[in-house]
């Protein structure tokens, strides 16, 4: 079993549309949690921290469920510019990157 | 600051031909880690190291595959004798122990071809 899956989608969205999406994640013990943002041929880079009482950063909504071991990110008004992979990322130290959700925002 | 800082961005080189890839952290994170991406398999960690000493080696795939830190601010990734499945992008990440959080901020990668 893989320490963080993802539905890999595609999510094809319009303009000004609402996407969301999650990830879970098999160790209970982990105690950081990120979203971050791949763009085709670039690194990752952070998108989101997500905390236990869930966070929001402009657009972006980030929620995780400890019990049930799910993380979620929620994108609000979507704009061309948020096309790209969205990796959910778990762990300490050591981080786990799950293998992506792509989405892509239509004009 | 700089950012993490890797070379070079492209590598080309030929079987059984040896590569090195450079990789200097952001100043002051005292963790570093090495991850290969491919299409098939994602990002993998190869190996991390935490104040400049290896910490978790398990993801080397092979020992045609090293890493080393001579110090704070350098590391280096080494294959001898490189193979075409060695081909992926290589990313470089540091981090800083501290209590808000734990994240990873990447250099920019350096993309390899062994034909």
């Known amino acids: 079993r893989k320490e963080v899956e993802q539905d890999p989608g595609p999510f094809n969205v319009p303009e000004g549309a609402t996407v969301a999406f999650n990830c879970t994640y098999s160790?209970?013990?982990?105690?950081?949690f990120f979203w971050y943002r791949q763009d085709c041929r670039k690194e990752p880079k952070l998108l989101m921290s997500?905390?236990?009482s869930g966070n929001e950063d402009g657009r972006f909504t980030a929620q995780l469920n400890r019990a049930s071991q799910y993380i979620s990110l929620l994108i609000r008004d979507s704009k061309l510019s948020d096309s790209a992979t969205y990796l959910c990322?778990?762990?300490?130290?050591?981080?786990?990157f799950g293998a992506g959700t792509t989405v892509t925002v239509r004009a | 600051d700089a950012g993490v800082i890797q070379s070079p961005r492209h590598e080309v080189t030929e079987m059984g031909q040896e590569v090195t890839l450079r990789c200097k952290p952001i100043s002051g994170h005292d963790y570093l880690f090495w991850y290969r991406q491919t299409m098939m398999r994602g990002l993998e960690l190869l190996i991390y190291?935490?104040?400049?000493?290896?910490?978790?080696d398990s993801g080397m795939p092979e020992d045609r595959f090293s890493a080393k830190m001579p110090n704070a601010s350098f590391s280096t990734l080494k294959i001898q004798p490189s193979e075409p499945r060695d081909s992926a992008v290589y990313f470089c990440a540091s981090s800083l122990n501290s209590a808000s959080g734990r994240e990873q901020y990447f250099g920019p990668g350096t993309r390899l071809t062994v034909t």
């Open positions: 160790n209970s013990a982990s105690q950081s």
């Open positions: 190291f935490n104040n400049n000493v290896p910490i978790d």
């Open positions: 990322v778990v762990g300490d130290y050591k981080l786990s």
């Open positions: 997500v905390y236990s």
